[in-house]
């Protein structure tokens, strides 16, 4: 599975971004998918989590009120959306994928994309 993700740049403090993540998978609706962050010098984070279903998620206490998660199953997509972003939002923003029907929002994933670099500055 090839994932692609898009939409990272420059926005300035309390603007919004959404990032998105495209699948090459035919079987897209079978996985649970995942967005993670890491900022320069810190270790990568989960940020946001969705189950095959899209009946659980997990948004991480730093960006809960301000970012969602969501699944477009018939464009094999899943995006992130940011609002109110903050300088300490910025990082690169990797989106995660693996094959599973867990109806909990996972911490492991089998596939990366790159990850798009997100900016936060005025």
């Known amino acids: 599975v090839q994932l692609q993700a898009s939409g990272g740049g420059l926005v300035r403090p309390g603007g919004s971004l959404r990032l998105s993540c495209a699948a090459s998978t035919h079987t897209f609706s079978e996985y649970a998918l995942g967005w993670f962050r890491q900022a320069p010098g810190k270790e990568r984070d989960r940020v946001a989590a969705?189950?095959?279903?899209?009946?659980?998620?997990f948004i991480a206490d730093s960006v809960k009120d301000r970012f969602t998660i969501f699944r477009e199953d018939a464009k094999k997509m899943v995006h992130l959306q940011m609002n109110s972003l903050r300088p300490e939002d910025t990082a690169v923003y990797y989106c995660?994928?693996?094959?599973?029907?867990?109806?909990?929002?996972?911490?492991?994933?089998?596939?990366w994309g790159h990850g798009t670099l997100v900016t936060v500055s005025s």
């Open positions: 969705i189950t095959w279903s899209g009946g659980s998620k």
């Open positions: 995660a994928a693996t094959q599973s029907r867990s109806d909990y929002p996972l911490r492991e994933y089998d596939y």
